[in-house]
């Protein structure tokens, strides 16, 4: 029972996500169904909202049941909300900001008003929105198979063409010195 539970925490878990720390400012797309009952018609509407904050925790690692608490100031009051970070609702995660953290839990920001609130960072790059390398042996065991892949051909085939090369010279020299040799022997 044990082994299954781990191995669907594993294989239910998202990949395609950028590695997320307290102190990144993200955006949340989240996919939302709305569903609108005129008479006996029911419409539904999907729609993405976005939702940026500053992330004040984080929960959970690589497990599945993973998620990111995110607080942002709308109106002069503080809005916070828990994401699972494998929802089938959670579209994508973008970083919009890099912070320098020194804690992992970031709840002093609750306390913050006006200026303080908002940390001071450097934009995010595309490299920061990579999704993450995958840990564990699963990662130490791809990078052996692509060093084996990428390293074994390229010397053979570097090897091949030197030798080539050099033989295609000679064969070129010993022609040319056959085709001088010939006229002379004639006459």
């Known amino acids: 029972m044990a082994i299954r539970l781990i191995d669907f925490n594993h294989t239910g878990t998202k990949e395609d996500l950028p590695e997320i720390k307290p102190g990144h400012v993200v955006k949340v797309h989240q996919k939302i169904t709305e569903t609108k009952v005129t008479g006996k018609k029911q419409e539904t509407k999907e729609r993405i909202q976005i939702f940026e904050g500053l992330v004040i925790g984080v929960k959970g690692g690589n497990n599945i049941t993973a998620t990111i608490t995110v607080r942002k100031i709308s109106g002069n009051i503080g809005v916070e909300r828990i994401f699972p970070l494998n929802s089938p609702s959670i579209a994508k995660i973008e970083i919009s900001k890099i912070t320098k953290a020194r804690r992992a839990k970031l709840n002093y920001m609750r306390d913050r008003?006006?200026?303080?609130t908002k940390p001071k960072g450097e934009l995010a790059t595309e490299e920061d929105n990579k999704p993450k390398v995958k840990k564990?042996?699963?990662a130490k065991v791809e990078e052996v198979k692509e060093?084996?892949?990428e390293e074994t051909p390229v010397e053979v085939v570097v090897e091949e063409t030197v030798a080539?090369?050099?033989?295609?010279?000679?064969?070129e020299v010993k022609a040319e010195e056959t085709v001088a040799k010939a006229p002379e022997e004639k006459k």
């Open 136 to 138: 564990g042996i699963e």
């Open 164 to 171: 080539t090369a050099e033989e295609v010279k000679t064969e």
């Open 147 to 149: 060093v084996l892949i």
């Open 113 to 116: 008003i006006g200026k303080a």
